[in-house]
């Protein structure tokens, strides 16, 4: 009985209860929703968000905002397809050498905004066609298929029945909300996003742990864009594309502030879980895919709203993270 | 009363802004034990020269001594080693955190169990210490668990000095306490500030509040165009607190006021 008390205190709960609802209608609504081959596609689906997901979070607790993350994963995609086809090297560097290149992607935003001063919307957005344009020039627009069985292996793997996205997904979450709400470094993240001039009259390293969170955000696109292309046998030019508007939705559904200083990693999995569900059986009862772009818009707008009536955070101006 | 100690001696104490003569060969210093107020009119050097004592600026002339030994405050951690701490008018406080958490911004306690492999926080401990120390500075403060946005003013002014106690501070300095506050609300950080006096070496008051000031203040210096005008020991006025009043307000403005009760 207590720890259903604890359970339903936990800012995450509300949530939860939708998911459960949405779930039991579900069953209801279409025969084929508790399949295991719809599970399965429905988790799958979910991964790459959910993975990249836990980097965000941290990053909006701390009033961060990377809208480059969709093309990070194309690009990273398509130059780890090539390091194997063209460059024929052995897929252990080839993931190094692209989780490299997520670092310096997030290092180099990470720089812009502590350093230079630039504003993360800003910086990111021009990063998101940045490198959407790299991902059209290196390799001409032409998608890169063949990439081995090994390669293929990360993404398409079977492990107990379940394909690895997935797992890489669980491990994500579990580790991701843990250390979001015990480690003292990831902590410092709900301060800063709280009172940034106060953290750092506090002593907390700010310029430090804003420069890391991109990074791992960074870091964790790149390791995305492997999976992807691994599971999908291939690197295309669109890989990746749209990624960030869903992440983000997924993280503000999920109960983070756009201001930061609020947020968690179950939290925004709960968010992109609905998501998902909610297009999932709408698919299923035979409404267009034309519909998605307009579902997430619709949940987002539902969600917010629902939050913003029942009082639960004070909303700060949005103005201010975009003319800081 | 001449053999009082100073925690606080500061001489000569010039500040420059640009062609600005902010603060000029002022001399400050603060008593073992008492409340000291700080008070002038708008530009006339109060937060410039609490700024300097607390490391947010350096001054261009003059030395301090703090404790009987020269110190040297080049930035915040300095004058908080020093066991100085500003309590700034926005408070520092994080709103979306609660009691515990604020108290422990950037300085959590680590875990000493299996946790300290992952870098966890221990925060039972924390909790422990941060309730048992209201309990001894006896602040009636609603639930713990409550997000710091939540607290009335005078609360919020309460989490900031406990924060200060909490962490063994010695002096505390406030920048308008009372400023925006209602007047019950006042009443109560004046009360709250009373009872910090018995936890701490000295306590300096900036206020434009003279009445607030009269009733926690032993002493107070004003200055007056960067210039310090005047030290007025409350004691030697006894009961004649027109009298004070009329006299720090003619020090502020530097001019003669009709006596408004004749």
Known sequence: MKFLKILSRQREFGTFLVVVVIFITMSFASPYFMSKTNMHALLLALSIQTVIGVGMTILMVSGGF?????????????????????????????????????????????????????????????????????????????????????FDNIGQFKLLGIQMPIWYAIIFIIVGDILLRRNKYLRQNFFIGGNETAARLLGIQVDKVLISNYILISVIAAFAGIVWTARMGAATMYGGAGLELKVITAVIIGGASLSGGEG???????????????????????????????????ILLFAVTLDVLTIKRRERNILKTMTQ | MSNDTCIINAKNITKYFGSVVALDSVDFELKDGEVLGLVGDNGAGKSTLIKILSGAILPNKGSIEVFGQPAHIKNPRDAFELGIETIYQDLALFDNLNFTENIFAGREFSSRGAGRLFGFVDGKRMQRDASKRIKSISINLPLLTQKVKQLSGGQRQAVSI?????????????????????????????????????????????????EHIIKIADRVLVLRNGKRVGDVTFKDYGNRLDELHNDIVKLITGAEIIDYKA
């Open chain 1, 66 to 150: 990377d809208l480059s993350v969709g093309s990070v994963v194309g690009l990273t995609g398509i130059i780890s397809a090539l390091l194997v086809k063209k460059a024929g090297l052995p897929v252990p560097a080839v993931i190094l050498l692209t989780l490299l290149v997520g670092v310096g992607i997030g290092l180099f935003h990470g720089l812009m905004v502590t350093k230079v001063g630039l504003n993360a919307f800003i910086v990111t957005l021009a990063g998101l066609s940045l490198y959407r344009g790299l991902t059209l020039i290196v390799n001409d627009g032409k998608q890169v298929a063949q990439l081995g069985d090994i």
């Open chain 1, 264 to 298: 968690s990693v179950l939290g925004t999995f709960l968010g992109s879980l609905i998501m998902v569900l909610i297009i999932n059986i709408l698919t299923l009862i035979g409404i267009k895919i034309y519909w998605q772009n307009f579902l997430i818009g619709a």
């Open chain 2, 162 to 210: 406990i924060r200060a106690l909490f962490w063994g501070q010695k002096v505390i300095i406030m920048d308008e306490p009372t400023a925006a506050l209602g007047v019950r609300e006042a009443a109560k950080v004046l009360e709250l500030i009373e009872e910090t006096k018995k936890h701490v070496n000295g306590i300096i008051v900036i206020t434009h509040n003279i």
